[in-house]
T-cell receptor, first 112, second 117 residues
Framework: DGGITQSPKYLFRKEGQNVTLSCEQN?????MYWYRQDPGQGLRLIYY???????QKGDIAEGYSVSREKKESFPLTVTSAQKNPTAFYLC???????????FGEGSWLTVV | AQKVTQAQTEISVVEKEDVTLDCVYE???????LFWYKQPPSGELVFLIR??????QNEISGRYSWNFQKSTSSFNFTITASQVVDSAVYFC??????????????FGQGTILTVHP
């Protein structure tokens, strides 16, 4: 099946640990995105990438890092520098140039 | 800078009522695209519609309709004869097709719609 796969669905992290969220798409999309959603809040853009080996900071990039070594993959690392990482993380992809952007099912990250 | 504002935080209606969700946007670009997404309790965002800045035609899809007015920078969404299954959070979003923020997809804060039986 074609789509966007995020893993894991649920993740628990101890304070001070880095954690990486996976996002894979087999839609041949050029653009990929990471958003953070806090309970009852909107979506805030963390990072986005329009092409392989290139990415830009979004509105809340501090404490996060990404890579785009392959077209189909855009992993997000939540570092220990992120002060309040507990949230719902959504990955998205699209063909670019204003075309429709589609979302994965999301990953819940809880810091314990 | 670009911004999307959904002034209605929560809306509650009774089944079969019509409901309109407001969306106002700001952008400096002349070429941009507007979207509406639905987020049910499961969390995944479901795409509803995409509109480009040069097409102001209103669109109807079943019980859903959209009114795009560049003069007021608005892209409102109406659900006719609402149903309980319409209960969800609805997001309006904007993406620029040029400029320094090319490709950046910005969301509004979302409107929680609850449809009571």
């Amino acid at each position: 099946d074609g789509g966007i796969t995020q893993s894991p669905k649920y993740l628990f992290r101890k304070e001070g640990q880095n954690v990486t969220l996976s996002c894979e798409q087999n839609l041949n999309h050029d653009a990929m995105y990471w958003y953070r959603q806090d309970p009852g809040q909107g979506l805030r853009l963390i990072y986005y990438s329009q092409i392989v080996n290139d990415f830009q900071k979004g509105d809340i990039a501090e404490g996060y890092s990404v890579s785009r070594e392959k077209k189909e993959s855009f992993p997000l690392t939540v570092t220990s520098a992120q002060k309040n990482p507990t949230a719902f993380y959504l990955c998205a992809s699209g063909p670019g140039r204003g075309n429709t952007i589609y979302f994965g099912e999301g990953s819940w990250l809880t810091v314990v | 800078a670009q911004k999307v504002t959904q002034a209605q935080t929560e809306i509650s209606v009774v089944e079969k009522e019509d409901v309109t969700l407001d969306c106002v946007y700001e952008t400096r670009d002349t070429t941009y695209y507007l979207f509406w997404y639905k987020q049910p309790p499961s969390g995944e965002l479901v795409f509803l519609i995409r509109r480009n800045s040069f097409d102001e035609q209103n669109e109807i899809s079943g019980r859903y309709s959209w009114n795009f007015q560049k003069s007021t920078s608005s892209f409102n969404f109406t659900i006719t004869a609402s149903q309980v299954v319409d209960s969800a959070v609805y997001f309006c979003a904007l993406i620029n097709a040029g400029g320094t923020s090319y490709g950046k997809l910005t969301f509004g804060q979302g409107t929680i719609l609850t449809v009571h039986p």
